[in-house]
């Protein structure tokens, strides 16, 4: 029997839907439909149109390895509901050795319809590993790519996506220390380093973006968490 939730925002009579099928064998596929019926607020008055997001998605859950795979379309995502849609596809994998270490990556494919006529694209990709040393002691790294702006849009996505254009890129790297006070106490110290291209404004979260295209960031960080 495949479950249904459905999840509504009263104050915008915006409702989505989402669907999860049972598990077979560790592999289960998921679904999810926001309509815009009611969402009066969100259309665009010249063309009606009303923004919808649709995903699909597909786990693979066995023993050491996990997988998934999915695929995001938001429709008419223009100025208040214009016709420009938004589409992206990834794909992410994870594999543990002796239930000690940890390997996995994760790659997108994204874009982004900036008016009728321009196009903007995007491909990141990512690797990372989780190490458990020794009891509470454990060791994590990672290093992130995002891709060139591709397309022809001369506006950019946000405020941190570069129009398109070469040297529109960006890499980060990142290692942390982590250790476990109990199953539900972990602290984590680390270093993370973003080097930006030459027409690049990435930002590392939790501080000022940078001032200036292809400046670069490092910082050391703290997490303290606990699960209640």
Known sequence: TAYEIL?????????????????????QVLAGFTPGNRATNLTNAATSAKPRVMSLGATYRQGPLRI???YEE??????????NDDKAWAIAARYTFAN???????????KYETSTTTELKKKNWMVGVDWA??????????????????????IGIGATIAPSGPDTGAKIFSIKYRYSF???????????KLKND??????LGGTLEPTGDGQNQ???????????
């Not at 990672?142 to 702006?149: F, H």
């Not at 539900?184 to 270093?191: E, K, P, S």
């Open 7 to 27: 999840t509504c925002d009263w104050s915008s009579d915006v409702c989505s839907s989402d669907l999860e099928s049972p598990t077979f064998s560790g592999f």
């Open 68 to 70: 998934g795979l999915g």
């Open 74 to 83: 938001h429709q008419e995502f223009g100025n208040v509901g214009g016709k």
């Open 100 to 110: 000690k270490f940890t390997i996995g990556g994760s790659y997108i494919d994204a």
């Open 133 to 154: 040393i020794q009891g509470p002691h454990g060791l994590e790294a990672a290093y992130t790519e995002a891709g060139d702006s591709k397309g022809n849009s001369p």
């Open 182 to 192: 109990s199953k539900r106490t972990v602290a984590r110290i680390g270093y993370v």
């Open 198 to 203: 030459a027409n690049s404004f990435y930002e």
């Open 218 to 228: 490092d910082a050391i960080v703290l997490f303290l968490s606990h699960t209640f």
